[in-house]
Structure formats: structure tokens, C-alpha cells
């Protein structure tokens, strides 16, 4: 059982290219997140999942995309990546019942220069 | 969603109780209080969580008020690991993200 697991650790992008930040659990669990966090700062939510092929904006989705074919995978695409989008990145999963535990990945460490 | 209000930064000494406090005044009552933390260069992970009674568990307990405007995450023996950002979310009944505020940053000394 290995839980949230995050690809890569680090990237380093340059201004205008694109990438995926994999995500993906062994839980069985629904709901899924992605977050990102700027240094000495709070998570924002950009996107989760309530289920597969089921997706909701969250609070700073401009400048990413999600998609969820599976239950286990919720890859973040990043198009035309911007200095802006310099950040830590994690992912998580859950359960849908109100009250019930989050799991979270390690997190990604992306820089864009 | 309801908003917590947390202070900025505690400090406490090994071994020595801390409680981190953590105002809800605009909480409804099907919100559920959830705690996290995150420790250095990690991602988040799951404290405790309740709805209106107290909750004690491994890591620690979790104080509510009685009109559920507040609540207290106590670590009963702090040790050097609990040193961590630690965040007081409330969860609506419709079961949505987790949304983070900037939590409180806790320092523990030896």
C-alpha cells in the first residue's frame, strides 16, 4: 500500500514549455485534489476530482488542466508554464464522507525559469 | 466556506503540553473541524477531526467548544518531530476540498 504517490520530486521547466505532474493512490478512494503551495505559505486547491471522468475548478485553476480517466490516476498538465507557476505541488485523495481522513503525496518542486 | 482564524506562531518547550487554539465563529453545524499539520518539506498529514464532542487520539486531542465557535488541538507532550505548520479546517457536510488557511507555525524547543 503505498498511498499518494507524486512524479517527479523536482522539474525544472523553462518559460512557454509544458508538462504533466503525475499523481496517482491505491486506495480506492473517489475524491482526489490537486494543490499548490508557494513558499511560507497556505495549499490553494487548483482542481479536483469527485470521481472518474468528473472534475471541478477550485480556487487558482488559470493555467492548468486535469483530467481523470481512472479511479487511481489524476494527472495536472501545466500548459505554457510561467515563473507564476513556481511552486510545490501535492496531491491528495480521500474518501467522499464528510469527516473522513485526506491523504496527501510528497509533493512536486517545481521551478520555471 | 466558514473561515478559521488560527494565530500566526506558537513556541513551546519539550515535553511540555501545547494548545493550539483555533476560532470558528461562523461554523455551521454540519461543519466538520479537521486538523493537519505539515512538517518541514512534507506534505500534509492528517491530525484528528470532530463535529461537536471532544476526540482524543495517538497524536493528540481535540477540544471543541459547547456553541462550536472555537476549538483546541492539544499535543499533551510536545517532542522536537511536532515542530510544524498546523491547520484548523472546517469541511461542510457536502463532504468538499479541504481548504487551507495559513495555520499556525509551531516551534518547540529542547
Known amino acids: 500500500n503505498a498511498g499518494v504517490t507524486q512524479t517527479p520530486k523536482f522539474r525544472i521547466l523553462k518559460i512557454g514549455q509544458s508538462m504533466t505532474l503525475q499523481c496517482a493512490q491505491d486506495?480506492?478512494?473517489?475524491?482526489m485534489y490537486w494543490y499548490r503551495q508557494d513558499p511560507g505559505m497556505g495549499l490553494k486547491l487548483i482542481y479536483y476530482?469527485?470521481?472518474?471522468?468528473?472534475?471541478d475548478k477550485g480556487e487558482v485553476p488559470n493555467g492548468y488542466n486535469v483530467s481523470r480517466s481512472t479511479t487511481e490516476d489524476f494527472p495536472l498538465r501545466l500548459e505554457l508554464a510561467a515563473p507564476s507557476q513556481t511552486s510545490v505541488y501535492f496531491c491528495?485523495?480521500?474518501?467522499?464522507?464528510?469527516?473522513?481522513?485526506?491523504?496527501f503525496g510528497q509533493g512536486t518542486r517545481l521551478t520555471v525559469v | 466556506d466558514a473561515k478559521t482564524t488560527q494565530p500566526n506562531s506558537m513556541e513551546s518547550n519539550e515535553e511540555e503540553p501545547v494548545h493550539l487554539p483555533c476560532n470558528h465563529s461562523?461554523?455551521?453545524?454540519?461543519?466538520?473541524i479537521h486538523w493537519y499539520r505539515q512538517l518541514p518539506s512534507q506534505g500534509p498529514e492528517y491530525v484528528i477531526h470532530?463535529?461537536?464532542s471532544n476526540v482524543n487520539n495517538r497524536m493528540a486531542s481535540l477540544a471543541i467548544a459547547e456553541d462550536r465557535k472555537s476549538s483546541t488541538l492539544i499535543l499533551h507532550r510536545a517532542t522536537l518531530r511536532d515542530a510544524a505548520v498546523y491547520y484548523c479546517?472546517?469541511?461542510?457536510?457536502?463532504?468538499?476540498?479541504?481548504?487551507f488557511g495559513k495555520g499556525t507555525t509551531l516551534s518547540v524547543s529542547s
Open positions: 461562523t461554523i455551521s453545524g454540519t461543519d466538520y
Open positions: 479546517i472546517l469541511q461542510n457536510q457536502a463532504g468538499t476540498a479541504l481548504i
Open positions: 491528495a485523495s480521500s474518501f467522499p464522507s464528510t469527516g473522513t481522513e485526506a491523504f
Open positions: 486506495m480506492n478512494h473517489n475524491y
Open positions: 470532530g463535529l461537536t
Open positions: 476530482s469527485v470521481g472518474a471522468g468528473i472534475t
